[in-house]
């Protein structure tokens, strides 16, 4: 999750002078996050994230102008189970441009501040719940001559800086944390000091990774140390794409998505619980133990006012936005140079995106390996289980969508075939992540020519959602549902011809006679 906690008073740019330097993970706005204010750090592993991200964290007391001390948020995440991606922001890394290209008179101590920021991390020996650098953000996007521009050999630079804090810290290499700085998805990048040719250019961000990495190799630094990261606002099979074109262009480069969401602004509220719901559903699914693919953190936990005109894209990509006036205020530090400065406690209140996300995140089995399977009836050859999981974007007690018939097999009838319990399977459409085959047997009590009972969809697995497979003939099975013991799933598909854009019925029956039985054609 990416947290940047902007309190509704800064509300444009500059910020207020009490904020400075933006960096809200420190004692000082412990009101935000800690178990004694708004716990917004419970609030995100509730949800079920392992991992927190941010952008801005200070130069570190004692040494640093805004006397921020970041260990109890980092202790208070180690509590909770949460892992920390760690910023050296732009504004350092573009300090380090100018140091390298334009010394002013009196230049910034990058690397003295750079070490202060490592000692923090490891005062007792240990990174805590820090597990990577992120140096940086998007520097593809920053032309040259804008304020705050740099460039990949300044990420380099500044990586080395860590490096070299680490050898003074006697900080031993299975401790030694991974670094990363995200780029955006953008195939030509505004930094013209960015080389680009193919292949990389055939990739979103893959001309400023392979800077990056080109940079890195030349100070002689490890290159199982990076971590890719890309910023990418794409859905289901784009994602999936992606996911394919990625080690084609940059083999064996781990990678993770640093940005993934959906502002509610474009489409409204609805239509970004249903894209997050997409992009965490599919993502989840993608970053197995076996895979190159770290995952993706959700951009981002609330709204940011400073970013824009009110309700216009920027400053709507929270899956919590402002509930209204704050009820309460907090105090900074009584400490240079904010002197008890007051600030809002927002109360937040949550999207559609929120149950959307939370349900696309712990419904996805981490780390099962399933199969992509179709679902033919044996009686009408040919014909295939349809799932249509338009509009589910939440659970629903009558669930949604439609499941029917269709000549042939494309992306509306690949399902995801996991086992979740033994011999407890569920179904996930491959073109709808986190939409599975539904089953409400209820009303099914004795055997039927035309059936009874619903067969549809649903937003994540429950207990209608689970089945088990009951083998026929080799290689031909019913599918029974769990929750009501008997119950199979019919289909008749009488009338449905090739070019239909589906039709047929699917529903239930008590027992399993001709109709009832099916192929799994796995793919």
């Given amino acids: 999750m990416n947290w940047q906690p902007s309190p509704s008073d800064y509300a444009s740019i500059p910020p207020p002078s009490k904020y400075g330097d933006t960096d809200f993970a420190n004692d000082d706005f412990a009101a935000l996050w800690g178990p004694s204010g708004r716990n917004d750090l419970q609030t995100i592993k509730e949800l079920g994230c392992n991992t927190i991200k941010m952008y801005n964290t200070g130069h570190p007391a004692p040494n640093g102008h805004w006397m921020r001390n970041h260990k109890g948020f980092f202790n208070r995440a180690r509590e909770l189970g949460l892992s920390v991606i760690l910023p050296i922001s732009n504004y350092f890394v573009g300090e380090a441009h100018k140091n390298r290209t334009s010394p002013p008179s009196n230049p910034l101590d990058i690397k003295a501040m750079v070490f202060d920021m490592v000692a923090e991390v490891y ?15 998007e520097y593809d996007l920053i032309p040259d001559g ?26 031993t290499p299975d401790k030694a944390l991974a670094f990363t700085s995200p780029v955006s998805a953008a195939t030509v990048p505004l930094n013209k000091s960015i080389p680009c040719f193919p292949p990389f250019n055939s990739l979103g961000g893959g001309c400023a990774i392979n800077a990056i990495i080109q940079e890195f190799t030349k100070r002689g630094i490890e290159p199982q140390r990076f ?15 992606y996911f394919e074109a990625f080690p084609r262009v940059l083999p064996n480069v781990p990678m993770f998505h640093g940005e993934l969401g959906w502002s509610a602004a474009d489409g409204g509220d609805g239509k970004q619980a249903e894209n997050i719901a997409s992009q965490f559903s599919t993502t989840v699914d993608l970053a197995r133990k076996d895979s190159y693919f770290f995952g993706a953190c959700c951009f981002e936990f609330s709204d940011e006012l400073w970013k824009g005109p009110p309700n216009t894209n920027e400053t709507k990509y929270g899956i919590y936005t402002f509930a209204g006036q704050s009820k309460q205020t907090a105090s900074q530090g009584n400490h240079s140079p904010v002197w008890g400065a007051q600030y809002p406690v927002d109360d937040l209140a949550p999207r559609p995106a929120v149950s959307a996300f939370r349900n696309a995140v712990q419904s996805s089995p981490i780390g099962t390996d399933g199969k992509v399977v179709t679902i033919e009836s044996v009686h009408f050859g040919g014909t295939f289980m349809r799932l249509d999981g338009r509009g589910v974007s939440a659970m629903s007690n009558s669930g949604g969508g439609k499941v029917d018939c269709h000549k042939g097999a494309q992306g509306w009838e690949q399902f995801l075939l996991r086992e979740i319990d033994s011999g407890i399977i569920t179904l996930q459409s491959k073109f709808f992540p986190g939409v599975y085959l539904r089953m409400d047997g209820s009303s099914v009590k004795t055997s039927s020519g035309s059936g009874a009972g619903v067969v549809n969809a649903q937003f994540g697995a429950g207990d209608y959602e689970k089945f088990r497979l009951k083998p026929m003939q080799q290689g031909e099975y019913a599918i029974e549902s769990v929750r009501f013991p008997g119950v199979v799933i019919r289909m008749d598909g009488t009338g449905v011809v090739p070019g239909d854009a589906g039709g047929g019925t699917v529903n239930c029956q008590l027992g399993a006679g001709a109709w009832e039985v099916f192929k799994l054609n796995y793919i």
Avoid: C, H
């Avoid at 240990?126 to 140096?135: D, L, V, Y």
């Avoid at 971590?227 to 794409?241: C, K, M, S």
């Fill in 123 to 137: 005062a007792d020996g240990n990174p805590g719940s820090a597990i990577m650098w992120a140096i940086g953000n």
């Fill in 146 to 171: 804008a304020y705050g521009f740099f460039e990949a050999s300044d990420i380099a630079t500044v990586a080395s800086y860590v490096i070299d804090a680490e050898s003074r810290l006697q900080i």
């Fill in 227 to 241: 971590i890719a990261g890309v910023n990418i606002y794409e859905v289901r099979q784009q994602l999936v794409n």
